[in-house]
């Protein structure tokens, strides 16, 4: 066997880690806003093993609006999804993403 003459890295891949908000309710989107500069918390996830890695704190710029959408391998576990001028990404990092699909019915049932 060969012996490693680089460092590897130990853990998930940054492509299986989503920043995700655990919450109760038996809601599949919800929305909140955020009037003020403030810091939002949540927890990176590692979604191959269904364990959370570290929580994060991350800085809102004011009025910011953040979507949720619940995942469907993780119960009670919510993707974040945030919208710009460049256009809306989620926090999964799916390059075809069924979370964005889901927010945009939510919408249309709602409006």
């Known amino acids: 066997m060969r012996v490693p003459t680089k460092s590897f890295c130990i853990g998930p891949a940054s492509t299986v880690k989503a920043m995700m908000v655990q919450m109760d309710t038996t809601e599949r989107v919800f929305t909140q806003n955020f009037k003020a500069g403030t810091h939002f918390e949540c927890i990176e996830v590692d979604t191959l093993n269904k364990q959370p890695l570290q929580r994060v704190s991350i800085p809102l710029r004011s009025d ?41 019915l939510a919408q249309v049932a709602t409006a």
Do not use: N, Q
Not at 76 to 97: D, E, Q
């Open 64 to 104: 910011k609006t953040l979507h949720f959408v619940a995942s469907d391998e993780m119960s009670g576990w919510f993707y974040v999804i945030t919208t710009t001028a460049l256009g809306t990404g989620c926090s999964c990092k799916r390059p075809h993403c069924s979370h964005l699909e889901t927010l945009r």
